[in-house]
């Protein structure tokens, strides 16, 4: 059913990204400027900035679906967050900040030659693409069956604000935006989950209830081998993709060049 304020909403949001993203485009005097922001963010920043990159319609939808579903051992992949972010704070910042490197590929390039940073930069591009086109569709959704909008123009407007205010601003815009974005997120997700419970008769009590009732707080079965969602076959999957995405993702390898210091981006 068509909601005007829904609808108001989502145009005011989708014209104050796309607003920040033109504003900081005025910023953007150089190259370092554009892709770093003159290494100046502070670590507060950027922490929220890349907890918001991570953030998306798969962890409000699709997560949410597989816990109805099972129960929530697809949260035990972040229980692999810790060790690797120590990893990172002891091996991988201090890497990447060394000289006047932009990007992950670069070093590539000096350890291993120009055609491994070729290959890793298009694999990149490539993965990227199709992790936007399920996010993109994802949300679109239940944007359609909210205000009865066709999904493919959900697309197109959705991806066409993301790449004007991403282009246009450079690293700064999408900083700002993120820590914006995620204050929105984590606010909407807390506020939905109190209607929730709100509206329940039992209040919280029943949602424990129910819960346990059905096994739903379960973290997985502790037997069985890597071909199923195990804990243990869950745990080395957060394992191996927090790694990837700590030691090789241009998304946070950026941002940890982009802090000020060594010490902001730890």
């Not at 798969?58 to 690797?84: E, G, K």
């Not at 506020?191 to 059905?214: A, K, R, S, Y």
Request: aromatic residues 14%.
């Amino acid at each position: 059913m068509f909601r005007l304020w829904d609808l108001v909403a989502i145009i005011l949001f989708l014209a104050g990204m796309a607003g920040m993203g033109l504003w900081f485009a005025r910023r953007n005097t150089s190259t370092e400027a554009y892709f770093l922001g003159n290494r100046s963010f502070p670590g507060w920043a950027v922490g929220i900035s890349m907890l918001g990159t991570s953030i998306s319609s798969v962890t409000f939808l699709a997560i949410p679906a597989a816990a109805y579903v099972l129960d929530y051992r697809q949260a035990v992949t972040n229980l692999a967050l810790p060790f690797v972010a120590v990893i990172a704070l002891i091996f991988f910042i201090p890497l990447f900040r060394q000289g006047a490197l932009t990007s992950a590929y670069e070093y590539l390039e000096k350890r291993f030659g120009v055609l491994v940073r070729s290959y890793a930069a298009l694999s990149f591009l490539v993965l990227q693409v199709v992790r936007l086109a399920m996010i993109l569709y994802l949300v679109s959704i239940p944007i359609e069956g909210m205000l009865g909008i066709p999904i493919l123009w959900i697309i197109i407007v959705g991806g066409a604000v993301v790449s004007v205010y991403t282009v246009f601003g450079g690293i700064e815009a999408v900083i700002w935006t993120d820590v914006v974005q995620t204050f929105i997120l984590l606010g909407g997700g807390l506020l939905c989950l109190g209607l929730m419970v709100w509206d329940l008769p039992g209040g919280f009590g029943q949602v424990i209830e129910i819960g346990t009732e059905f096994n739903k707080f379960s973290l997985g079965p502790l037997e069985g081998g890597f071909g199923e969602r195990t804990f243990f076959a869950v745990l080395l999957l957060g394992l191996v993709n927090f790694t990837n995405e700590y030691a090789g993702n241009q998304n946070v390898v950026q941002r940890y060049i982009a802090s000020k210091s060594l010490r902001e981006a730890r």
